[in-house]
């Protein structure tokens, strides 16, 4: 289509997903972006529109320039490590960038190309994916509860008996569950911190390594502040490490999940990455009342929980050497199995709806679930994930089972086979395919 | 990419003022916080050996910084013994997300080195707005 001399197409990034773009606009490489006044009573003209398109495929092209390096750097600082299972990266395409950008234009953070392009953290993400630790036997499971302490105090027997059940998984009051899950946290901290600990040695190392090169750090400063610990001093001062910068680190976790990081691990952490890295955590998992003063009940946070599904990673937003944003996830090979699908109710409930239609009958069971219904169905999810996350470190686990008042669609088995079948669908439509403009009629 | 669920809020007429103009009664509070911190770091923290962690925290009530409350707390180094960390801490609105830093870590007297130096106040009043910023 034409309009006053502007050409429009549709960029086809891959099989059933494009984006509107102003083609003149992109090929005499105009990179503009004006945004004020563009949205009016929610809606989006469709110039507008257009010029959103054109921006995300020129950021996008930007980020697939420096998507190798980038990638390069995350293989070199996790590639070599035993205890990964696999990394990923992938830049992002400009379908995810415009409707992120068009987040930021409402809420006044985008006004520009430029702060168009700063917006998107996650340019280039990588997800680095860490194997499960073997099965526990009951023995090894046994000797671990007796020589467990607690602000260095062993368990007490009561304590010890809660422990055991709240590990097998038998039937518990919710008072009790409420009093074992700490007890059960401190005891999965030597397990998370025996499947992590090379990862985050390695990106310790790294983001010291940074340090030293941005900050002036010296030697002498990291150990007259313990900031690593001697085997790492050592590994600093004889490897050639990759530097790293981070600049933000959640670790996400569902209201009764574990960490894919220990508490003690993001401390030191925090001691490596220094004053200028923001940590998002939930006040309520210190192990102390962090803000004394500031009532508020636990159940106020359960409603407010975190990720109600369960959503469980480590998160952090890092900046690549040669200055590209990007964004790590470090999680277990079952945790990303069931976070490729779990987010697809969430997603539907939010209203947004890209998906094709194999999934319609899951998409009517979703929106026939009352609000209640919904938060019991992510109490189910999250159970979902804290099995898995059992599995990945080698612990007794018990398959959650959809509760009967749900629709059978809504199984955690029913939708790991809609998104494989999805999958293989996409699988073979791109087949052949190039990402390609159409005209507009 | 932030994944948490925000309900209940809109920070739509949330306003903003410029930096440095915090208002007077935080300012105070925060004075507090600073002081009451200092005793419990000169009292709480041994030379070597186990110690419970501690915070000392005021509410928010200023509309202009996106804040439920702010605190001060001192968290035991894990991995080294007698070291402890100095950190601040803005709790969401919504009060399920904590946005911290670290302000200093070493041991105690180290500690009270650091807060007794000229402009602590100011680089916490800096920092408290950046963790407040986090969240936006």
């Not at chain 1, 390069?72 to 990923?88: E, P, R, Y």
């Not at chain 1, 508020?296 to 359960?302: A, G, I, M, R, V």
């Not at chain 2, 009292?43 to 915070?55: H, M, S, V």
Request: proline share 4%; with cysteine.
């Amino acid at each position: 289509m034409v309009s006053a001399g502007v050409i429009f197409k549709r960029f086809i990034q891959k099989p059933e997903v494009g984006l509107l773009v102003n083609y003149s606009k992109l090929q005499a490489g105009e990179r503009v972006l004006f945004c004020e006044g563009k949205i009016k009573d929610k809606i989006i003209p469709k110039d507008f529109a257009a010029d959103l398109g054109t921006a995300s495929i020129q950021i996008s092209r930007d980020l697939e320039k420096h998507f190798p390096k980038a990638q390069a750097q995350i293989k070199t600082v996790f590639g070599n490590l035993k205890s990964v299972d696999k990394i990923q990266n992938r830049a992002k395409g400009p379908v995810s960038i415009a409707p992120k950008i068009l987040r930021g234009v409402k809420s006044g953070e985008v006004n520009s190309f430029e702060s168009a392009k700063a917006f998107i953290l996650d340019g280039i993400g990588s997800r680095v994916i860490t194997k499960s630790l073997d099965k526990l036997d009951k023995k090894q499971i046994k000797n671990m509860i007796e020589s467990l302490k607690i602000n260095n105090e062993p368990l007490s027997s009561k304590q010890k008996i809660l422990l055991e059940k709240y590990i097998y998984q038998r039937k518990m009051t919710p008072s009790e569950e409420l009093e074992a899950f700490p007890l059960f946290e401190k005891f999965a901290q030597l397990l998370i911190e025996k499947r992590s600990k090379q990862v985050v040695d390695n990106l310790s190392l790294s983001i010291i390594k940074n340090r030293m090169i941005k900050e002036g750090l010296t030697l002498e400063q990291i150990k007259k502040q313990g900031l690593l610990p001697d085997d790492l001093i050592q590994r600093l001062k004889n490897e050639k490490i990759e530097p790293l910068e981070v600049t933000l680190i959640n670790n996400y976790r569902g209201m009764n999940g574990l960490p894919e990081f220990s508490s003690r691990q993001i401390q030191a952490l925090r001691k490596v990455t220094g004053g200028k890295v923001i940590i998002h955590s939930r006040a309520d998992l210190a192990d102390y009342e962090k803000f004394p003063r500031t009532a508020y009940s636990k159940e106020e946070l359960k409603e407010f929980a975190v990720k109600p599904s369960g959503y469980r990673t480590a998160q952090m937003n890092i900046i690549h050497k040669d200055g590209t944003l990007g964004e790590i996830q470090f999680r277990g090979s079952y945790t990303n199995m069931i976070g490729e699908y779990e987010h697809i109710a969430y997603d539907l409930r939010q209203g947004k709806n890209t998906l094709g239609p194999i999934f319609d009958n899951f998409k009517s069971a979703i929106s026939k679930l009352t609000p209640e219904e919904y938060n019991e169905y992510n109490k189910y999810l999250e159970k979902c994930y804290n099995y898995y996350n059992r599995l990945e470190l080698g612990l007794p686990a018990i398959k959650p089972k959809l509760p009967r008042k749900f629709d059978k669609i809504l199984s955690e088995e029913s939708m790991k086979k809609l998104h494989d079948t999805n999958e293989a669908r996409l699988h073979k439509l791109k087949e052949g395919f190039k990402p390609h403009f159409e005209e507009v009629a | 990419m932030i994944k948490y669920d925000i309900i209940r809020l809109d920070n739509k007429n949330i306003k903003f003022i410029p930096r440095g103009m915090t208002n007077m009664k935080f300012s105070q509070e925060l004075d507090k916080v600073i002081s009451k911190i200092k005793e419990r770091i000169e009292k709480e923290i041994p030379d070597t050996g186990y110690f419970r962690n501690f915070a000392e925290d005021l509410a928010n009530k200023d509309d202009n910084l996106f804040a439920k409350s702010v605190s001060l707390a001192v968290e035991r180094d894990e991995n080294v013994d007698g070291n402890a960390l100095l950190l601040v801490s803005v709790l969401h609105p919504a009060i399920n997300i904590d946005a911290s830093s670290m302000l200093a870590c070493g041991k105690r007297g180290q500690l009270l080195e650091y807060m007794n130096k000229e402009g602590f106040k100011d680089e916490v009043v800096k920092r408290i707005h950046e963790l407040a910023d986090s969240f936006l």
